[in-house]
Structures are given as C-alpha cells and as structure tokens.
C-alpha cells in the first residue's frame, strides 16, 4: 500500500513537472520571438553608455574614462566578442596612462574572462599568468582566481575525453579554493564560488543545495542567475532527473534571451535534451537558434561544438521526413488497391444484375424453373451486400485515419481520377528538401571554415585540385569530408545523413585518398584545417 502511495505521489509531481515545462517552454518561444526587441534594448543601454564615455574624454577624467571602459566591456562580454576586447583593452591602457598597478590587474583579469568567452583558452590563461596577485586587494584576488579556475574548466571541457581532462579540473579546483578563501562570506560571490567548487568536485546533492539556497536566500543579478539554473539543469541532467534539467536549463536560457547573452550554453544544452526526449522538431529549431547567436558573439568554440551536433539532428530531422513520406507512399498504394477492389467488386455486381435480368426473362417463360431462379437471384443479392458491405466497413476505416490529404486522394480515386493522384504521389519528392539540407550545411560550414576548400586542395597536384566557381556550394567529395572535419567519421552516418549507400561513402574516400600529395596522413591532414 505504501510503495502504490509513494507511486501515485511521484506520478503526481513528475507530470506537474512537465506540465510547469511546457509552460516554461511557451515563455522561452515567446522570448525568443522577441529577440530583437532585447537586442534593440541592449544597445540602446550600450550607446547611453558610450555618450557618457565621450563626455568623460571631452571633459578629461581620467577616473571616469576608465569607469566607462569597464562598464562597455562587460556589457559586451556576452554579447560581442570584438567590442568587448576593445574596450577592456582600452581600459586596460587607460589604468596604465593612470600609472594604478591595481586597476590594470582588474582590466587584465576582466580580459582574460572575455578571451576565455571567445575560446581563446591559451590567451586568456597567458594573459592571467601575467599579472601578480602581490598587494592585490583580496576582491581583485577573488575575481582572478575565480576566472583563472573557469579558464581550466573550460578547456577541460573542450577537450573532454582526452588524458589532459583530470589535469586541467585538478588546477581549476585549485584555483577555485584560492578564490574562496578571498570571497566576502555569504555574498553573490561567495555562493556562486562555493556551488561551482561542489559541481567540480561531482557533489551532485552538495552541489544542488548550494545553488538552490543562494537563489532562494540572494538577490541573484542577471548573470549569476543563469549560471545557477544552467548550473541545475546540468546537474539534474547528470544525476537522471531529465524533466527537472529541461525546466532549469529553459529558465537559463530565457533569462540568456532577455538579457541579449549571446553565449547561450543553456539553449544548446536544452536542445541536447529535447533531442534525446525525441523532441527532435523543438531540438533542431533550438539548436539553430543557438548557432546564431554563437555567430552573433563570434565564440569560436561554441561554433564548433554546434556545429558538430547540428548535422546529427538534422540528419535525424530529414529521416523523420523520409518516414513520413513512406507513410504517406504507403497509405496511397492501400488506397489504390482499394480502388481496385471497388472497381472489381463494381464488375461483379453488374455481371450478377445482368445475371438477375436474364433469370427474369427466363421465368417469364418457364415456371417449371421458377424455384431454381428464385434461389440464384438470392444467392446474388447475398454476394451484392457482403461485398458492398465488405467495401464500407473497409474504406470506411482508411478514411477515419487519413486526414485532409488522404480525404481528397479518396476523392480523386471515386471518381477515377488515376492520373491527379499519381501526380500528387510523384509531387512529394524529398529530392528537393534534401538539396536545401546540403546548401544550408554547406552554408553553415562554410561560415566556420571559409579556408577550408583552399586548404584541402593543398593537399593535391594542381591537376588533382577541385576547383568551384564564386556562389558555388560544396562537391560530394568535400561534403564527406568536411562532414568528417566535424567529427563524423563512422561510414554508415555519413551514408545516411548523404543519402548514399555505405560502399559509396567508401569509393569516393578511396578516390580522393589516392590522389592526395598526403596518401599516408590525408585524414590528419583534413582534421588539422582550422576554422578562422
């Protein structure tokens, strides 16, 4: 009895749990159908701040000229990558106009996040480990660590799966614990410090109730919220608690939207999510949602590892469409069967009225058969109804279930109309939606690797070379590969994503392979272009 209560209790919660996300994700819509609004918003607040900039360097304060530099530089740091290294670069020049050791160790500190923000890992850390910490302030001390410690856990997690990753979380965890020991007690900081620590150290429960208490007991700014609900929507996610990782990581990501945050881990990550729910429509519109507004902020990073999931869902999307078209390909051949039948069944019944008529005639002449026609016309009437009635229970269920399309090719069947329903049948080819996939992947990869055709023919004679005129999209043969470029190496993907057969994948591998100047390390050769 009780484990059925403690059932009907977790039934209760799980689906008011996915009731409160589907509302979550009507909002997250809505706020996405505004982005510009919140754009708009976000620059007007950035050209407030510039006039007030220009005014301070009309007027000559110096104090004031930095202010303002800092200011733009953090409100671009998630939303343009190049601004946002202007002006922490101009303040950072600005302190050392200022000849103030303590405000350019805070500038250069801030540059390193804004590097770390754009995936230039090494920079950013090149950039820490220029600066000493020696009669620093301990909240300049605190900020330093603290992002010092977030520039290993981000290249921990770019190379994730790689013997370096241990390393890299162990001197983040170091860096990380520096941090805390200088963050004021019970503080915004302090709390987003202790939860990150918990998560890296993989204390789910420790780390849950950290972020939980720090968004119930703290005014949380914009920033520091959606790091906690990402941060708890991983979480939940790690720890199997799917539903509760959709709601924080939906949360995050409209409140990334609101603010105009341009490097949207959260609506990346929902994605991910849906798609293994099997919400692969909502996945794929979240996950190109995504990808533009990385390209927005021009995070390098980020870029690749969209652009790495992108062709799996869009794969996984043009399947479901080739499904559908089998159904419907399917569901018509029923129904021109079924026209068959009637047509047949119509040809049996005339013959047996003919019949009858002929039986009438001859019982007109002859009573002595009178009986004996008497029963062929029952027999007919019989086989008449079983037959009609065979024909409507049968179509009568294929119309229920084939909707409006299916409705009108039932119409143009009835009334013999063979040829428009052929028409429509042959009108559904897939061939043009599949050639709006290859221009829009090559589109997108193009973007993240404009090099890329100059460099792989680099590694061929001139003769060998493939040549592509200006507006010209990707070869098969630079598809395959570009597609490995971003780590989809397995023939049978690439077969189905191409819509060619395995064998062909590996001809048109083996073709170019040969002709490479690079027969031997032609795959590495690929692997090592780089997007710019």
């Not at 480990?129 to 300049?140: A, E, F, G, L, T």
């Not at 709006?436 to 460099?455: C, G, S, T």
Request: aromatic share 14%; with cysteine; hydrophobic share 40%.
């Amino acid at each position: 009895m009780k484990f059925f209560i403690t059932m009907l209790f977790f039934a209760a919660i799980s689906s008011f749990v996915y009731a409160n996300n589907a509302i979550l994700i009507k909002e997250l819509d809505a706020a996405i159908a505004q982005r510009d609004t919140y754009t708009e918003s976000k620059m007007h607040g950035i050209s407030e701040l510039k006039r007030a900039l220009a005014f301070s360097q009309q007027i000559k304060n110096q104090d004031m000229i930095y202010k303002y530099y800092v200011e733009l530089a953090y409100e671009y740091q998630s939303f343009v990558y190049d601004s946002a290294y202007h002006y922490i670069e101009q303040a950072k020049l600005q302190a050392k106009r200022n000849a103030d050791e303590v405000l350019v160790n805070y500038a250069k500190t801030r540059q390193g996040f804004i590097l770390l923000s754009g995936g230039l890992f090494k920079e950013a850390i090149d950039t820490l480990y220029s600066m000493s910490m020696d009669n620093m302030p301990d909240s300049i001390k605190c900020e330093y660590y603290s992002v010092t410690a977030r520039s290993y856990y981000d290249l921990a997690d770019f190379i994730q799966g790689t013997t370096f990753y241990n390393h890299y979380i162990d001197q983040g965890n170091s860096y990380l614990d520096s941090a805390l020991q200088y963050a004021e007690s019970n503080t915004n900081t302090y709390w987003a410090i202790e939860s990150l620590r918990r998560m890296k150290h993989s204390d789910w429960r420790g780390a849950r109730h950290a972020f939980e208490y720090w968004m119930q007991n703290h005014d949380l700014p914009r920033h520091h919220f959606g790091i906690a609900t990402s941060s708890l929507g991983y979480i939940f996610s790690i720890t199997g608690h799917k539903n509760q990782a959709i709601k924080y990581l939906t949360m995050a990501a409209i409140a990334d939207i609101k603010t105009a945050t341009k490097e949207t881990v959260a609506l990346r990550n929902l994605a991910s999510l849906l798609y293994e729910q099997g919400e692969k429509k909502k996945a794929y519109e979240y996950i190109i949602i995504a990808l533009e507004e990385a390209t927005y902020f021009n995070a390098r990073h980020r870029k690749i590892e969209l652009a790495t999931i992108l062709p799996i869902i869009e794969g996984e999307r043009l399947e479901m469409v080739e499904k559908q078209r089998n159904t419907f390909g399917w569901l018509s051949g029923t129904l021109a069967i079924l026209a068959l039948l009637v047509f047949t069944f119509l040809l049996i019944i005339l013959r047996q009225l003919k019949k009858i008529t002929q039986v009438k005639i001859v019982l007109q002449k002859t009573n002595n058969s009178l009986s004996e026609m008497n029963k062929n016309l029952v027999e007919a009437n019989i086989i008449k109804e079983e037959y009609i009635g065979y024909f409507f229970t049968i179509n009568s269920g294929y119309i229920e279930k084939l909707d409006a399309l299916h409705k009108s090719l039932s119409r143009k069947i009835v009334s013999r109309q063979y040829d428009d329903v052929l028409s429509v049948i042959k009108h559904n080819d897939l061939k043009l939606e599949r050639e709006k996939l290859y221009q829009y992947f090559d589109e997108v990869f193009l973007k993240l690797f404009p090099n890329f055709v100059e460099a792989f023919n680099q590694l061929f004679a001139q003769g060998d070379q493939i040549l592509l005129k200006k507006g010209d999209f990707l070869t098969p043969e630079l598809r395959i590969f570009a597609l490995m470029r971003l780590g989809i190496k397995d023939n049978e993907k690439l077969a189905k994503f191409l819509n060619y057969s395995v064998n062909t994948i590996y001809t048109y591998k083996t073709k170019v392979k040969s002709k490479s100047l690079f027969r031997e390390s032609f795959e590495d050769k690929v692997m090592a272009i780089r997007a710019t």
